[in-house]
């Protein structure tokens, strides 16, 4: 799999490495449709390779980042920072990384909606609440998803999902977090409260969190990117 290492900064001056894996084969309109790919603590921009690779081959070009105070991405102004340290106001700044991600793919002439967001845990949570601040954003990916991660509070994002929009839930049914809520359950509820017209929820047995489903489940990652097909190619 081609990939590219890519360096952004963001509008409060966070440096942000990711990685980018070109689509495959690129639709002959338009260029290829956009993922960012948002991870989970302690997790990294690694940990999205198998979905990268995947979507590659289905025509999806994809950029995973490392979120602020994570992996590479430690420098703000000049200062190291540790995401073990923030406050849930700094954990919330971490939006900033997701537009800057939607940048990069917007000054490579993508249009928004041709970009997907696709996040785990707290990615999760940024996503949707990128995707509900931004009616351009057709579709989000939400695994395991909270109502609360570190200040970062969901359901309002969830109710201003537009019918438009689309967004695909997954969870595992014995996933508890520290707060004693289920993931499935708090999936289950975010799922029932947005008014998209499109949207799909896969509650799977077992224990595992984010993007670790992948490894439990590796056929969710084929119906993630056959679902998003069926979004981003069905214009081209």
Not at 26 to 49: D, F, R, T
Request: proline fraction near 4%.
């Amino acid at each position: 799999m081609k990939e590219e290492r890519m360096q952004l900064t963001t509008k409060d001056g966070v440096v942000l490495y990711g990685i980018f894996v070109p689509a495959l084969n690129n639709p002959p309109v338009g260029g290829a449709p956009a993922i960012v790919l948002l991870h989970m603590m302690p997790a990294v921009k690694e940990s999205w390779a198998a979905f990268q690779a995947v979507g590659s081959q289905a025509g999806f070009q994809s950029l995973a980042i490392d979120l602020r105070g994570h992996g590479e991405s430690i420098m703000k102004e000049g200062q190291k920072i540790d995401y073990r340290q923030f406050t849930d106001a700094e954990h919330r700044e971490k939006i900033h990384d997701a537009e800057a991600a939607v940048r990069f793919f917007l000054g490579r002439g993508v249009p928004f909606s041709s970009i997907a967001l696709a996040g785990a845990s707290i990615g999760a949570n940024l996503a949707l609440a990128y995707q509900a601040e931004h009616g351009e954003v057709k579709a989000s990916v939400l695994l395991s998803p909270g109502l609360d991660y570190r200040g970062i509070k969901t359901e309002p994002f969830a109710r201003g999902i537009k019918e438009e929009q689309s967004i695909f839930v997954a969870a595992a049914k014995d996933d508890e977090r520290a707060s004693g809520n289920s993931c499935a359950d708090m999936a289950q509820t975010l799922f029932d409260i947005s008014k998209s017209n499109n949207k799909k929820i896969k509650i799977f047995d077992g224990a595992e969190h984010g993007t670790d489903m992948f490894r439990a489940h590796p056929e969710l990652m084929h119906d993630i990117i056959a679902w998003l097909r069926e979004i981003y190619f069905s214009e081209l």
